[in-house]
């Protein structure tokens, strides 16, 4: 008997994965608050819900109940920010791990938590702390850039606040300053949200953390697809109409997918971002498409990008294990 998988991996890899991420993030004694999310996940016996899963479908509403692929959610910004400092260790794989099957995609409120506080003062002193230890990835000509920019757009009447910033952040970069990481605690704690909004940016750019986090290694497990149009309309209703004869057809394929968890938001519009490619979109994973292609074979299934999903030939289909 095959084992349950969620978005297309192994039950066993995302419980261990879980497991691993917990570890991880409590390794990095980040604070109470956010020690306390990971408290509570395991106080409702989440774990044990999700092994006791005997199939996808099972595996999907246990996934659902405990809230594990929100669990995660709001420490994705620490887990990529280690990921970027240890490219080609540990921190980098456990992030594509919890990526593959969408542990950083839950839905949470925007609401600005002491657990977030926490964890910008630990990707702020953690990117300060690596620049003084790397002197050489100073970047000051960006991070003037940056500073002119915000002059420009948003400080036109008063610059002073934004030149105070760049003072603070020049005093913590001070290899004299040895008492730096506690005076980036009373500075951080002082400082209204958009001011460590602005810290943050400024951080991240004189460090060089902003290029580095874009050579993570991102993996999510649904990616825009759509089913194009030969059509220049930009009218909503008249992409419905070329759409309609299909539609039921594909509802009765999507339909099965969205208890899984791997039907995300559709609709009818762009497909790709040069709104080259316009028609019916769904976010949703590979196999998803692939039915799609394999079942409007005179259609053309495209990705993001405008890549095609071949059909399949009828003798090459598996049956899909739902």
Known sequence: MSQAKYLGVDKDAVIQSLKEGEKFIRSLKIGPATDGILD???SAAALPKLAAAQNDKELALA???TGAPSLLTRMSDVFRHCAALDLEGAAHQLYQDLGEWG??????????RESDYEQDLFMVKGSIAHTRDNPSALDMTLLDGLIEYWKDEQYKDDKSEIDALKLTLLGLLDGDNEGWADELDA??????????HQLKMMVDVVSGMHSKREQVVSKWPLRQFGIKIDSETNNFQEMQTILAPIMDKVGEILTPYYELHEVDMTGVGAITRDFENIGFTVVTSERVAQELA???????VIDGQGNKIMPREPEAKPAPKL
């Open 294 to 300: 394999d079942a409007l074979p005179d259609w053309d």
């Open 63 to 65: 996934m659902g109940e």
């Open 40 to 42: 509570q996940f395991n």
């Open 103 to 112: 542990a950083f995609s839950g839905i949470e409120l925007a609401n600005y």
């Open 187 to 196: 500075v951080f704690e002082a400082m209204s949200l958009r001011e460590r």
